[in-house]
């Protein structure tokens, strides 16, 4: 805005007030009605109280009361030095713990310049709704405060007089014996975002703090100077800010802090309602935790490439036998997006939760939250490690469900020329599907408790800037905080659920893993499936001699001769590894089936192969190939990273865990589909500030995924 003369009478009273200022320059009131006029006029260099101030006093003389900036006999109205200086001055000597009551005094002066006393400053400059036993929660050491509102004039301000602001401590004194200790205000200043400097250049609002211009005394309403060609232009105070910064010698102590402000003008009549905001705000030096974060990025960068390079070649080394195909180039490089993705989330977790606990669980004053902005950097981190997960997330599935799947059937024709039922396989396979996404935990209870803990229970405001763990609303949210705590209760849900369903449900309702190998010893039905070319594995289903397609009866007597027998107790589950030559065999006579039923032949040509392959396979199993060899050895746990037995001539059968299979379908990438749905909803939630649209978004990106799992799995 720029300012203009006032109108005649407040022009009069600013000569007069000169006159009388500059003939005796001890006379407090009419100096403080010159000072008030200049305030008025935010600080404008070139107005008619500005300038008679600079007129009448000319150079200051400062240091009164050890002070750089007040100056002696004349009234302390502005700053010479920069913000920078007159926060290092160090005068504030308390120490403080927190949740301590800080205290500011008010001194104020009528708009004609008398002084009027000193007034406790409380609640008011908070013009919006806040609750009684609330407002004052500003004044706790530590403890940021946001509000925002609109201002209505009516009733926001009732009071048009001047004020300056100190802040009061506690003073020891020099008297060791007695120790008494007494109040002590000390002056604080205030950055006028309104000030223009005499070429009109808002300074204060530029970036560079050095060029920054404090002030003392400001005012709350104003609706008599009249600025502008219009007598009905009011001026009303709409921007409280409160700054403290933290020493970084000491963390109880703090520089000295001030105020930054902002004033709106509008029309005396106007129906519009101006912003009002109110907000108290802590800092500190961030340097060593920045340094922090970054030493530890860079060596968790290179511990993760690391593991992908070495896990790379472990690889390659084990499965590449029949030569490198898409599918290994497919699986490294999900593997690199995915180590990425969880390494940004790691970091971030990290960090959000040291500085949750240090800051709101802590009793000691380890960390004081800054800006929010200064935490800029970890909200793209986490739409980064989306961005990775996703696309690892897309390869992942396609490579879990690109298995080479075959039926082996054991049951022999009752008598010549019998036909053997189908049924059996189709069971096996619609079971297969069952288990094919099967997880450890339920995403639909995850979101609904997560909704329910964070929103029913309003618990997210566990992330509000406030050094307490106490639910309390202050305005805001941190996005960091918001994050940390989100994702830590998501975590714990996860945890609950996984050892719940793992040792509880499963123990006593039956492991579908468990269960799908029982029914398929008692159809008489293998499992063979390849992961790689020459890498899968081979659920055994022959259970004995008897038949399976049969009455319920013999069924029952069937299943009872099992638990009878040591057939019960040997391998069910087999982790194999192929020679390069019995692979491509099965391969051909594999995709001749897939070919022939893909084309939908009426010949029976599809059929015949099946029962080529069907007792190619049983007559491997059972070793009564003269070709084709296996080696049957103890499973081992570095199989699980892909550090197998070395094929020679035959291939090799490791008797697995019963439950190890269960890794080749979702349930092996349940963990990263929990990160990946955890990331996005905690980016979503940070972003929008609402939980809800992550839920339904993560809900809906999980239905995708199972749909497409359970349709490929039956493909």
Not at 129 to 136: H, L
Not at 346 to 373: M, R, T, V, Y
Request: proline share 3%.
């Amino acid at each position: 805005h720029i300012y203009l003369p006032p109108n005649e009478l407040v022009r009069s009273s600013i000569y007069n007030n000169s006159i009388f200022c500059n003939f005796d320059k001890t006379n407090q009131t009419t100096c403080n009605f010159l000072v008030n006029m200049c305030a008025s006029s935010m600080y404008n260099p070139n107005f008619e109280a500005c300038s008679a101030l600079s007129q009448v006093f000319g150079e200051k003389n400062g240091n009164l009361n050890g002070y750089y900036d007040w100056p002696i006999g004349q009234p302390f109205f502005e700053y010479i030095d920069s913000l920078d200086n007159v926060m290092k001055e160090h005068f504030v000597q308390s120490s403080f713990k927190k949740g301590d009551i800080l205290t500011f005094q008010l001194a104020r002066y009528s708009k004609d310049g008398e002084f009027k006393g000193f007034k406790e400053l409380k609640a008011d400059l908070q013009k919006c709704g806040i609750k009684r036993n609330r407002n004052q929660i500003w004044r706790q050491f530590g403890w940021n405060f946001f509000s925002e509102c609109d201002l209505n004039l009516s009733f926001a301000y009732d009071t048009t007089d001047f004020f300056d602001i100190f802040f009061q401590e506690m003073y020891d004194g020099d008297d060791t014996i007695l120790k008494k200790s007494f109040p002590v205000i000390r002056p604080i200043p205030i950055l006028l975002k309104n000030y223009r400097d005499k070429n009109g250049i808002d300074v204060n609002r530029q970036k560079d703090e050095t060029q920054y211009k404090l002030f003392r005394r400001f005012f709350l309403f104003d609706n008599f100077t009249s600025y502008g060609n219009s007598e009905n232009i009011i001026q009303v105070l709409s921007d409280i800010t409160i700054s403290f910064t933290i020493r970084s010698t000491d963390r109880t102590a703090i520089q000295t802090p001030y105020f930054i402000l902002e004033y709106t003008q509008l029309y005396r009549n106007s129906s519009f309602l101006p912003k009002f905001s109110f907000n108290v705000q802590y800092t500190m030096n961030m340097s060593s935790f920045w340094d922090a974060v970054l030493y530890i990025f860079i060596v968790l960068t290179i511990l993760f490439i690391a593991y992908w390079i070495i896990h790379s070649f472990l690889y390659f080394r084990q499965y590449n036998y029949g030569g490198t195909d898409m599918h290994m180039i497919l699986t490294v490089v999900s593997e690199f997006f995915l180590i990425l993705g969880i390494l940004l989330f790691i970091i971030c977790l990290a960090f959000g939760l040291f500085l949750l606990w240090s800051f709101k669980w802590s009793k000691k004053s380890l960390i004081f939250l800054p800006n929010e902005e200064d935490f800029y950097i970890f909200f793209p981190a986490i739409w980064v490690s989306f961005g990775l997960l996703a696309i690892g997330i897309l390869l992942k599935i396609y490579l879990q469900t690109d298995l080479d799947f075959f039926l082996i059937d054991w049951e022999n024709p009752h008598k010549k020329n019998y036909t053997i039922s189908a049924w059996r396989r189709v069971l096996i396979g619609n079971e297969w599907c069952k288990i094919s996404t099967v997880r450890a935990y339920s995403l639909s209870f995850t979101l609904v408790c997560i909704l329910l803990i964070i929103k029913g229970f309003n618990t997210i405001l566990t992330a509000s800037p406030i050094p307490s763990s106490s639910i309390i609303d202050v305005g805001c949210t941190y996005k960091i905080l918001r994050f940390a705590y989100t994702s830590f209760i998501w975590l714990l849900l996860i945890l609950i659920q996984y050892i719940l369903i793992n040792f509880v449900y499963w123990k006593a309702a039956g492991n579908p893993f468990i269960n799908f190998l029982e029914i398929c010893r008692t159809a008489k039905i293998s499992c063979f499936f390849l992961i790689t070319d020459n890498h899968g594995f081979y659920l055994h289903g022959k259970k004995n001699d008897l038949h399976a397609d049969v009455d319920i009866e013999s069924l029952n007597e069937g299943i009872d001769m099992i638990e009878d027998t040591e057939e019960a107790i040997q391998g069910k589950v087999f982790e194999v590894y192929l020679t390069t030559e019995l692979y491509h065999l099965i391969q051909e006579k594999y995709y001749s089936i897939k070919l022939g039923i893909d084309r939908r032949e009426k010949a029976p040509a599809p059929y015949e192969n099946y029962n080529s392959m069907n007792t190619f396979l049983r007559q491997f199993i059972e070793q009564k190939n003269s070709v084709h060899k296996y080696l049957t050895k103890n499973w081992q746990i570095i199989q699980m990273i892909d550090l197998g037995p070395e094929i020679t001539d035959d291939s090799i059968f490791t008797k697995a865990p019963d439950q190890q299979f269960k890794y080749t379908l979702m349930y092996g990438i349940q963990g990263i589909l929990m990160i990946f749905y955890l990331v996005l909803f905690t980016s979503i939630d940070v972003t929008t500030h609402s939980p809800e649209i992550g839920a339904f978004t993560v809900f809906i990106i999980d239905w995708i995924i199972f749909y497409v799992f359970k349709f490929r799995s039956r493909y």
